[in-house]
Every structure is written in C-alpha cells, then in structure tokens.
C-alpha cells in the first residue's frame, strides 16, 4: 500500500491581462531590437516551462544572434554589398521570425495546460472529504488522544425493485484507482478488526 508520495500542487496561472502583457512586450523587444534581443523571449520561454528543449532552443537563437552580428560587423563599409552581410541580414530576420512564432505558440499552450490542470486540481478537491490545503500546514493528533469510532450494523429492509443503474462515468484516471482501491482495502481491514476486536474488550 505505498503511495506514490503527494503530487506538487499546481500554482494558479497569471491572469489573462498580465500574460497579454508580458507578451507584447518581448515580442516588441525582440522587434524594435531587429532581432538581435530575440533571444531575450527564449530565455522567459525557458524559464517558465523549465524544458530542456527549450534551452537548447535558447542556446540556438543566441548562437544565431551572435552569427549574424559577426557577418554582418565583417561588412566593409556601412552598406551591405556581399554574401556574408546577406546571409548575416538573413539569419538575423529568420531567427527573430522563428522566435516570435515558437514563443508565442510554446507560451500559449504552456499557460493553458497550467490553467486546464489547475483548474482539474481545484475540481477534484471537490470531491470526498475535506482535504489541508497544503500538505505542511495539516494537523495532526495521536491516536490514543482520540477514542475509537464504532459504527452500529444497520439492518437494511430487503428491496423489491432492482437497482437502479448508475450514469456511466468516464473512466478515472490511474491514481485515482489505486487510492480507491487502497482506501477499499483499508476500510475491509479495519471492519475485520472492529468485528473480532469488539468480542475480546
């Protein structure tokens, strides 16, 4: 009956107004720069999803951005007017393009899982007893300060109709079945205790 430990509460998403907000703006810092701060979008992309790609993505547009400012500073003169300055302009609007899409995609579809799986975290407390907000802040007493609960037997009247069935329900997921079936284990034991501990007190 080992658990699997309790899941990292998920953080309530920013509110829609804030993140519109953080977007334009580095979106229009990587633009009014003409690219050469693209990378600056990464580096939040990076620190808010905390996914490896996407530092390796960081990484990528940083090198890019690095590329096209060595092309282009090795540009006689103030015009551009070789193969190098081209392929520097190139690279500098290719990766500031690339970036703006992949970071306004990633950044989406990130906040929305966060707010569909807060949303789940919050719906299923609803559910079965009430649960500590945090599992640091629950109280806990002995058990020898609390007397022992005995529930009486009820006799149920025999039923003339037949069970009624129930709505089908979409199937739960995986978790969720094993602490049911560990609670259903649980509460097996402990009628089989209280029905033989009852006789010897």
Known sequence: ??????????????????????????????????????????????????????????????????LSIVLLATEPGDDVHTVGGYLGITLLFGALLATVVYYLAADVRHFQRQREAYAAQHAARGYGYPQPSSPFTAVTTPMGAQPPHTVPPVARPPHSQPPIPAPPQRPAPARIEQVRAELDELSDYLRKHDGTGEGGR
Do not use: C, E, K, N
Request: hydrophobic letters at 60%; glycine letters at 8%; a positive charge.
């Open 1 to 66: 009956m080992q658990g699997q430990g309790h899941a990292q509460p998920v953080q309530r998403p920013p509110h829609d107004a804030v993140l519109v907000l953080l977007r334009v703006v580095f979106v229009a810092m990587g633009l009014f720069s003409v690219g050469f701060l693209a990378w600056v979008m990464m580096l939040r992309l990076a620190t808010v999803t905390r996914r490896s790609a996407d530092y390796g993505l960081l990484v990528a547009v940083a090198a890019a951005d690095i």
